[in-house]
């Protein structure tokens, strides 16, 4: 087991993941390139970078990753809002999706807000 695997919000973001895959297979096709490529990717980066930072030597630099996960957390909300004005996701699904990549990117925010509070701390 790798190290990242005991993380909550590392496991959250891959059931995340597995969630926007399996919805995503119902967009249109012609957005397969598009919204659904960059679904996909802004999703996946979050749980990539949580477990990249993971392996860093020190939390400074793990924390650096942290925000690279958070800020793809923002993009997958603003893609999701997006998804919804075109009419691909309906009321549930958005407030669903939102309410779960929500709770991974508190559970990011709290782990950079543990790790800075360390990191001042211990200077």
């Not at 990242?4 to 919805?23: C, G, P, S, T």
């Not at 925000?67 to 809002?81: D, F, N, P």
Request: hydrophobic share 40%; charged share 25%; glycine share 4%.
């Amino acid at each position: 087991m790798f190290r990242f695997e005991k993380l909550a919000v590392w496991q959250k973001a891959m059931d995340f993941n597995v969630e926007i895959y399996n919805r995503s297979k119902k967009f249109p096709k012609e957005e397969i390139y598009g919204l659904t490529s960059q679904l996909r990717r802004a999703a996946t980066s979050i749980v990539l970078n949580i477990a990249e930072g993971s392996a860093c030597k020190s939390r400074k630099e793990f924390t650096q990753f942290l925000y690279i996960a958070l800020r793809s957390q923002y993009e997958v909300a603003t893609i999701l809002k997006l998804l919804h004005r075109l009419n691909y996701i309906d009321n549930k699904n958005l407030e669903e999706l939102e309410r779960n990549v929500s709770e991974i990117g508190m559970m990011l925010q709290g782990m950079i807000n543990t790790f800075q509070k360390q990191l001042t701390t211990n200077n």
